[in-house]
């Protein structure tokens, strides 16, 4: 079993909608979580970036950290077609480590 | 302020042959890593540096060799390139709170 899983997806919603992407973990020991946003054939971008538990907003992105239930989330207010890309969660155990990735979730956002 | 370059962006190679992909970052970071990216696999961790004149060992790193030139760079080498090698390579580095990617190295070994 993998230590980060995450639906690949794909995921199709109509522009303006909420979407909400997520990933779980084994590792308890995880407390870094980041999202990226990777468009086709570029390398992946940081999107978001969260510590320990709680919740982080960033415009229309929204970050969720459950440790309790080693579940993280990544929601996006108002989708654009310039949202659609993979997302990719990461965490790591310690700052600076090398993270461990999902496998990310390909989001399509239709006009 | 350029990140993280990384060249060449496309290469192709026959079985056998070598090659190396260099990769540099001007955000004086410590920790730079090599990752693989395939279809249905993700990115994997080839190899890593945590400071300048140590590297460890990856998830994947059977194929390959790394050097750590100074604090900016950190190159990967493919000995002898295999059909199995052909993917998406990608250098990063990371200070205190994430990492950062480059663009991407495309490779396909013939």
């Known amino acids: 079993q993998k230590e980060v899983e995450q639906d690949p997806g794909p995921l199709s919603v109509p522009e303006g909608a909420i979407v909400s992407l997520n990933c779980t973990y084994s590792n308890s020991a995880f407390q870094y979580f980041m999202w990226y946003r990777q468009y086709s054939r570029k390398g992946p971008e940081l999107l978001m970036y969260?510590?320990?538990?709680g919740n982080k907003e960033d415009g229309r992105f929204t970050a969720q950290v459950d440790k309790s239930s080693k579940y993280i989330s990544l929601f996006i207010r108002d989708s654009q077609p310039s949202d659609s890309a993979t997302y990719l969660c990461a965490m790591s155990a310690n700052s600076g480590y090398a993270l461990n990735f999902g496998k990310g979730t390909s989001l399509l956002v239709t006009p | 302020n350029a990140g993280v370059t990384q060249t060449p962006k496309f290469q192709v190679l026959k079985t056998g042959q070598s090659m190396t992909l260099q990769c540099a970052q001007d955000?004086?970071?410590?920790?730079m890593y090599w990752y693989r990216q395939d279809p249905g696999m993700g990115l994997r961790l080839i190899y890593y540096?945590?400071?300048?004149?140590?590297?460890d060992k990856g998830e994947v790193p059977n194929g390959y060799n790394v050097s750590r030139l100074n604090k900016r760079e950190f190159s990967l080498r493919l000995e002898s390139a295999a059909p199995s090698q052909t993917s998406v390579y990608f250098c990063?580095?990371?200070?205190?709170?994430?990492?950062?990617f480059g663009p991407g190295t495309r490779l396909t070994v013939l």
């Open positions: 969260t510590y320990s538990s």
């Open positions: 955000m004086n970071h410590n920790s």
């Open positions: 990063a580095s990371s200070g205190p709170l994430a990492q950062f």
């Open positions: 540096s945590a400071s300048e004149g140590t590297t």
